[in-house]
């Protein structure tokens, strides 16, 4: 592992985060959350019913099988990051679409499908750590950016009144790049080594999920769910290229190579993917108010990079949050829309000087209710931010203070439903 103190950033490019942790593993893990569930602190595994609306919630595929109407949801992120040690803060600001999905419902006996593409993993740094070799000055810089993306198609089916199961197909791809240079800021006459890799990933993944559901009197629902990810191997194809480049004269201005040390093409290995699971529960009366938590584990320690072991560790948290309709019968609009709060403490898979990289995070959300344009259409927009926090200053360490930003457009119709007439 890296030490990540007396560092300097640049805001990263191609990439939809600016976090030196997601140097680590294949970056910085998305989730399979949509701004619903990421404004209630992203529970997400005992969610079933989310208001009078079909809500897709890809995180548990068991939940499908409640979809009454075929339902669509797209939309955007976007974050602003700062990065802040013992000794200077900057800023960071990433954009991008988040996510395209659909769900299809057969029949309450035939259950529902769903599928659509949403980000998996944001890979985007750029860092320079200080040092000295004998009398000479010299700075090791880190750059990456890149990320995967997940396309899945998913099913559920519920097995009787009480329990549902599904489960999703995805297929991952995308390419990961890091960059690493060896410089000599105060000698131009010295030439900097550069060590580029690109790692261009893909494979298949398998998540599953059940989902137990009771309803009792006074319209309350209580939902328990688990979900899981099968460990799964992923195909790395990597190149390198090391090449030698003159020193800079002037900051951030890049140099034509004078000559290539070596160049490896289309070297073949495996990513080991590790099991997570997640379990939840919620307790909603219908239309009124719903709060719920989910506790997630995965066993990072058994990632493998080809034969290597880059150190990762197992990750562990929970979140906590709620959503309240005031009355959903009113004619005030502010009555009827949708207001969620959650809150979510997570240890991830980095660990840096023997330091647990540790996220906590407040989220706030809200619906907002559209008029239909068609007869037995409901649309609705979706919105939350996360205030939150990863790192420390201490050890020499980054601290990491972000606010992500999500906006989703949901749209519920009677598709390929045949009309009849009298």
């Known amino acids: 592992m890296v030490m990540l103190g007396a560092v300097q950033w640049a805001s990263a490019q191609r990439a939809t985060t600016s976090s030196p942790y997601s140097r680590f593993g294949i970056g910085e893990l998305r989730q399979d959350l949509l701004p619903q569930t990421r404004g209630m602190g992203g529970i ?67 259950g529902a499908m769903s599928f659509g593409i949403m980000p998996y993993s944001d890979m985007g740094y750029s860092y320079a750590v200080p040092g000295r070799i ?23 089916i519920q097995l009787n009144r009480n329990f549902s199961v599904g489960f999703n197909v995805s297929y991952i791809f995308g390419t990961l790049s890091a960059i690493r240079t060896l410089e000599f800021p105060d000698h131009p006459g010295a030439l900097n080594t550069r060590i580029d890799d690109r790692n261009y990933i893909n494979g298949i993944s398998y998540d599953y999920g059940a989902q137990f559901f009771k309803t009792f ?46 160049a490896i093409e289309g070297v073949k290995r495996k990513l080991t993917m590790p099991m997570r699971h997640s379990i939840g ?34 990750s562990y948290g929970f979140a906590v949050g709620a959503q309240i309709v005031p009355d959903i019968t009113s004619v005030r609009y502010y009555n009827v829309m949708d207001y969620r709060v959650g809150f979510k403490y997570n240890k991830s898979y980095v660990q840096v000087a023997n330091k647990d990289i540790n996220q906590m995070a407040v ?21 939350a931010t996360e205030f939150g926090q990863m790192g420390s200053v201490s050890n020499g360490l980054v601290r990491e203070r972000y606010v992500n930003f999500n906006l989703g457009f949901t749209l519920n119709d009677r598709w390929f439903v045949r009309s009849s007439y009298d």
């Open 44 to 110: 997400a595994t005992g969610v079933r019913y989310l208001g009078g609306y079909s809500n897709l919630n890809v995180a548990n595929p068991a939940s499908y099988s409640a979809l009454h109407m075929t339902t669509m949801d797209a939309g955007i992120f976007g974050n602003i990051t700062e990065l802040t040690n013992s000794q200077r803060s900057e800023s960071a600001y990433n954009f991008a679409l988040s996510h395209i999905n659909f769900g299809i419902p057969f029949s309450p006996r035939a």
């Open 134 to 156: 004998d009398t000479l000055d010299i700075q090791s810089a880190y750059n990456g950016a890149g990320g995967t993306t997940k396309a899945y198609l998913g099913y559920g």
């Open 217 to 262: 009197g006074n319209n309350m629902n209580l939902t328990i769910g688990y979900a899981g990810t099968a460990g799964s191997s992923l195909n790395a194809k990597a190149s390198r290229t090391v090449t030698r480049t003159p020193t800079s004269a002037v900051d951030d201005e890049e140099n034509i190579p004078t000559d290539s040390l070596s």
């Open 281 to 314: 529960f919620t307790l909603a009366r219908a239309n009124k108010w719903l709060v719920g938590a989910d506790f997630n584990y995965g066993q990072w320690s058994d990632f493998r990079d080809g034969d290597t072991d880059p150190g990762l560790t197992d």
């Open 363 to 383: 989220t706030v959300g809200l619906g907002f209710p559209l008029p239909s344009m068609f007869r037995g259409a409901f649309y609705k927009i979706n919105f």
